[in-house]
């Protein structure tokens, strides 16, 4: 990425039945997310879509959050983020989690370097939907 650049790109493979990240808040970042291959299962605002190749959702700041591959085989998407600053966290993250063995002490983490890189995380990790929950493909019209 360019130094001055005001977004950043990164492509992501994430291996099915892998758990999202805790709900969570970016309070100066807005996030995109382009689903390339696979099928990924969405929540924002408490509200939970899936993604199959060639949705995008996009999450302004402010608003709560999470991503897990919903789908039977890897999928990949493309992550977006603006203005450009979270790498930091990202490594990080990688490098704390590789001794964590619980959701309980990754959550924990997650707390203690989202103080320092714009994460409040403000629920668990959302493995898929709640039973009964009314779930959507991104593009279907809500109804009435």
């Known amino acids: 990425m360019d130094e001055g650049a ?11 039945g892998t758990q999202g990240p805790p709900i969570h808040i970016h309070h100066e970042h807005d996030e995109g997310f382009y689903v390339m291959s696979g ?3 969405f929540v924002l605002d408490g509200v939970t ?5 060639g ?3 996009l999450v302004p700041k402010g608003h709560a959050h999470s991503f897990w591959n919903a789908g039977a085989r890897r999928g990949k998407l493309l992550l ?6 979270l ?10 989690l590789g001794d964590i063995k619980t959701q309980e002490n990754s959550i924990a983490l ?3 370097l989202g103080q ?4 409040e995380v403000v629920g668990e990790a959302v493995p898929s939907p709640r039973s009964g929950e009314r779930v959507r493909e991104r593009g279907e019209e809500e109804e009435r």
């Open 6 to 16: 005001s977004y950043s790109l990164s492509e992501w493979e994430v291996e099915p």
């Open 87 to 96: 790498k930091q966290y990202f490594r990080d993250l990688a490098a704390g």
């Open 80 to 85: 977006i983020v603006s203005p450009p600053d």
């Open 116 to 119: 320092k890189h714009d994460i």
């Open 55 to 57: 949705a995008h959702v």
């Open 39 to 41: 099928h990924f299962g």
């Open 49 to 53: 879509t899936y993604g199959k190749p």
């Open 110 to 112: 997650r707390k203690k």
